[in-house]
T-cell receptor
């Protein structure tokens, strides 16, 4: 089967660090996406991991462990504008289809 | 360059009616995929079209159909609308062959409300 699990909601304080975890089980796994989605808007691309390890991009970093079927998104120096849903999605070989998790709704408080 | 465009932005329909949603991919992108996102959930894959042919289909009833035109734009059609079809419908375009760019670029979506 194909399954993506991530927490439903998280809260954090402005300026803090938050880690959003994602576990996946997908056939023919190729890579792992993270998208940010503000309410009522389209998902916007944050990161894509194919190889094991940490990839850093400004305040956002993403980690992948293929052997464990595990990824996380790390957000540093949180800002109010980071309040959004964060979607974990797995891609598979030879298909354009993405399997999405339910999304993690992050609320950043002052 | 323009991003992925979708029309209309919002739509209100009555149960039993039919709806057509439209999508234009990024210039040069030949693959278009459709996703349904119900409130509070992640997007669910409906269809993928590449070079005017269906290349993938999600677990949706036959009331859902789509097509892709020679200019790579696409239409999603839903017949006999149900209340449960109320959702944000997202179109995503991508480069195939990927040339190293794995990203799927999403359009702003069409918010469909069925009453």
């Amino acid at each position: 089967g194909q399954n993506i699990d991530q927490p439903t909601e998280m809260t954090a304080t402005e300026g803090a660090i938050v880690q959003i975890n994602c576990t996946y089980q997908t056939s023919g796994f190729n890579g792992l996406f993270w998208y940010q989605q503000h309410a009522g808007e389209a998902p916007t691309f944050l990161s894509y991991n194919v190889l094991d390890g940490l990839e850093e991009k400004g305040r956002f970093s993403s980690f992948l462990s293929r052997s464990k079927g595990y990824s996380y998104l790390l957000l540093k120096e949180l800002q109010m504008k980071d309040s959004a849903s964060y979607l974990c999605a797995a891609s598979s070989y030879n298909t354009d289809k993405l399997i999405f998790g339910t999304g993690t709704r992050l609320q950043v408080f002052p | 360059d323009a991003g992925v465009t979708q029309s209309p932005t919002h739509l209100i329909k009555t149960r039993g009616q039919h709806v057509t949603l439209r999508c234009s991919p990024i210039s040069g992108h030949k693959s278009v995929s459709w996703y349904q996102q119900v409130l509070g959930q992640g997007p669910q894959f409906i269809f993928q079209y590449y070079e005017k042919e269906e290349r993938g289909r999600g677990n949706f009833p036959d009331r859902f159909s789509a097509r892709q035109f020679p200019n790579y734009s696409s239409e999603l059609n839903v017949n006999a609308l149900l209340l449960g079809d109320s959702a944000l419908y997202l179109c995503a375009s991508s480069q195939i062959p990927r040339g190293g760019d794995e990203r799927r670029y999403f359009g702003p979506g069409t918010r469909l409300t069925v009453t």
